[in-house]
C-alpha cells in the first residue's frame, strides 16, 4: 500500500496558512457578549480537514462563525481540489437554492416595480439569474459582480453586459458604480461574505434614489436548523460565515433610510432539510472516503463497501425528499421555513 502522489496530496490547510481570525467575545452584528455556543463540526460536504464552530447571540440571534476564517483560509476552502470526495446528493440539494423556477420566482417578484433600466446582480457566479430575469424584463441591461472569475466567463457568454470581478465593499470597485442601478439583487450571497452589514450598505451606495434591493437569505431561526443541529444542510461550514434573523436585516435597512416592502418566507423556503440531514449523516456514518490529503489511502474493499453502502442509502435520502416536499407547505408558512425574501426601497 503506497502513499499518494505529491501533486495529488496537498497538505492541511492549516498546516500552512492562517486559516482562522482571532476569536470573537462579542457579536459583529450588535456588539452583545452574551454568545452561545451553537455548534462545532468539520467540513461535512467536502471532507476538507478542519474543525469550525458556530455562536449565536443571545440578544439579537445573529448566527455566525467564530472564529472566522480568514481570506486565505475561505479561498482554500472555496478551492476545489483534485480528487477531493463530493457528496453528490448534498450538492445536488444545494442546487436546489438556484434552480430555474426559484430564479422565475424572484424575476417574477420585481414586476410590480415596473422594468428597471439597468439591474446589478451580486455574488452571480455563472449570471444565470440574470439570464432568467431577462426574460421577464427584456429592455433591462444586466451586470454581474462575483469574487470569481466566472463573471468574465458569464459575460462573454452574453448573460450580463457588464463584468465586474471583487467584492462591492471594495472601494476601488464600489466608486464608479455609486448611483448607477435601479435594481441590486443579492441572492444567497449575504451568508458567505466575511461582513454582510458593509455588503448592505455597499449595495445601497450603488442604487439610484428610489431603488430597490432584492434580497434573499438563509434564517437561522428555522426550526430544523435547531433540530438537526450540524446536520442542518445550511449550515454548510466552512463555507457560511453568517445567517441573519429577519428581525436584524429589516430594522438595518430601515436605519439606513429604506422602506421594506416585502419580507416573506413562504415562496423561497427550499425543502431540502430532511434529505440534506439523511445524506449528511449517512455519509459519515460509513468508512471514511479516500482524500488528497491522507497519507496513506484506505483499502480497497473500504473504498468499495462505502460505494456500495451510499448506493444502498439512496432511497433514504428519497424518502426524507419526498418527507420534505410533504411538509413543504406548512414548513413555508412556519417556523420551519429556511429562507426568506426581502425587497426594499431605497429613499428617493
Wanted: glycine share 6%; with cysteine; charged share 20%.
Amino acid at each position: 500500500m503506497t502513499a499518494h502522489p505529491a501533486p495529488s496530496a496537498p497538505p492541511a490547510p492549516q498546516a500552512t496558512t492562517p486559516v482562522h481570525e482571532p476569536r470573537r467575545e462579542d457579536c459583529p452584528w450588535c456588539g452583545s457578549a452574551r454568545l452561545r455556543n451553537r455548534l462545532r463540526t468539520g467540513d461535512l460536504r467536502q471532507y476538507k480537514p478542519g474543525s469550525f464552530t458556530v455562536d449565536a447571540c443571545r440578544d439579537c440571534g445573529h448566527t455566525f462563525q467564530n472564529p472566522r476564517l480568514t481570506a486565505q483560509g475561505l479561498a482554500l476552502y472555496h478551492r476545489t481540489v483534485r480528487g477531493a470526495p463530493r457528496d453528490p446528493a448534498s450538492d445536488g440539494l444545494l442546487a436546489l437554492r438556484a434552480s430555474p423556477r426559484r430564479h422565475r420566482s424572484a424575476a417574477r417578484a420585481m414586476l410590480r416595480f415596473g422594468e428597471p433600466e439597468s439591474w446589478l446582480d451580486v455574488g452571480t457566479g455563472h449570471a444565470r439569474f440574470p439570464a432568467t430575469a431577462r426574460r421577464f424584463f427584456p429592455y433591462t441591461a444586466f451586470d454581474g459582480l462575483d469574487p470569481t472569475p466566472r463573471v468574465v466567463r458569464a459575460r462573454s457568454a452574453e448573460r450580463v453586459e457588464e463584468a465586474h470581478v471583487g467584492r462591492l465593499t471594495d472601494p476601488r470597485l464600489a466608486a464608479p458604480l455609486r448611483a448607477r442601478y435601479d435594481v441590486v439583487s443579492m441572492l444567497h450571497h449575504l451568508e458567505g461574505t466575511p461582513d454582510p452589514r458593509a455588503e448592505l450598505h455597499a449595495a445601497l451606495s450603488v442604487l439610484r434614489p428610489g431603488g430597490h434591493l432584492l434580497l434573499e437569505t438563509l434564517d437561522p431561526r428555522s426550526l430544523f436548523a435547531v433540530l438537526l443541529g450540524r446536520w442542518w444542510l445550511a449550515h454548510d461550514q466552512p463555507r457560511h460565515l453568517h445567517l441573519i434573523p429577519p428581525p436584524n436585516l429589516r430594522a438595518e435597512l430601515e436605519a439606513a433610510g429604506c422602506t421594506v416592502l416585502t419580507l416573506d418566507h413562504r415562496p423561497v423556503h427550499v425543502p431540502h432539510d430532511l434529505a440534506g440531514a439523511t445524506s449528511l449523516a449517512l455519509s459519515h456514518a460509513l468508512p471514511a472516503p479516500d482524500t488528497p490529503w491522507r497519507a496513506i489511502p484506505p483499502p480497497p474493499v473500504q473504498r468499495h463497501a462505502r460505494t456500495a453502502l451510499l448506493r444502498a442509502g439512496i432511497p433514504l435520502v428519497a424518502l426524507a425528499a419526498v418527507a420534505d416536499l410533504l411538509l413543504a407547505p406548512v414548513a413555508r408558512r412556519t417556523r420551519c421555513a429556511n429562507t426568506y425574501r426581502v425587497i426594499a426601497r431605497k429613499a428617493a
